[in-house]
């Protein structure tokens, strides 16, 4: 089964502009909502994370927003750069299991 | 400096071999997990374990086996059971009060011939 559904797949962005990248869920027991960022040949880096008591959360450049009523939450990333290029993941988790379910990945790369 | 390291980087085995994944942590956590990650996909739980001597199946466990007899040591094996092996697999640890934020390690590209 599916129970988390990422979007876009690729993103191609120019330098400056804004990244926005989508994860859909349909399990309503998770309650930890974290994006993690991937570059190539290395494991992923917890980037951002959120809890389901607020709707948005602001680190930097990095903006989650998050909407329970739609199951869904966002990652934006602001003023782009090219050292933003890498894969990132959204992976909601339910504390007790003690798993992340990760998304299928979105391939940003920013042009210089 | 703290950290998990996983060797080796790359790793070549033939089929029908068993093979040993090493994974080491020096972070002092309690909890240690096993993913495998395919081209195009996001990562897919192996197994985990939350204590020495403990552990329990993730969502693809078939074809692979675990041993947790130090805290800082998880390695796994995949052993000729394990239809597809050919994958890039991480090893990641987190603390007991925060399941949530775990740490992954560089990872080991595993290719079977």
């Known amino acids: 089964q599916q129970q988390v559904k990422q979007s876009p797949q690729s993103l191609i962005v120019q330098k400056g502009g804004i990244s926005i990248i989508n994860c859909a869920y349909e399990?309503?027991?998770?309650?930890?909502f974290p994006w993690y960022q991937q570059f190539p040949g290395k494991g992923p880096a917890l980037l951002i994370a959120?809890?389901?008591?607020?709707s948005e959360k602001k680190e930097g450049r990095f903006t989650i927003s998050f909407n329970k009523s739609a199951k869904q939450f966002s990652l934006h990333i602001m003023d782009s750069q090219p050292g933003d290029s890498a894969t990132y993941f959204c992976a909601p988790s339910r504390g007790s299991a003690r798993q992340l379910t990760f998304g299928s990945g979105t391939q940003l790369t920013v042009l210089p | 400096d703290g950290g998990i390291t996983q060797s080796p980087k790359y790793l070549f085995r033939k089929e029908g071999q068993n093979v040993t994944l090493s994974c080491e942590q020096n972070?002092?956590?309690?909890?240690m997990y096993w993913y495998r990650q395919d081209p195009g996909q996001g990562l897919r739980l192996i197994y985990y374990s939350q204590i020495v001597n403990d552990f329990q199946k993730g969502d693809i466990a078939e074809g692979y086996s675990v041993s947790r007899e130090k805290k800082e040591s998880f390695p796994l094996t995949v052993t000729s059971a394990q239809k597809n092996p050919t994958a890039f697999y991480l090893c990641a640890s987190s603390t007991s009060q925060n399941y949530n934020e775990q740490f992954f390690g560089p990872g080991t590209r595993l290719t079977v011939l």
């Open positions: 959120i809890r389901p008591d607020v």
């Open positions: 399990n309503t027991a998770f309650d930890y």
């Open positions: 972070l002092n956590h309690d909890a």
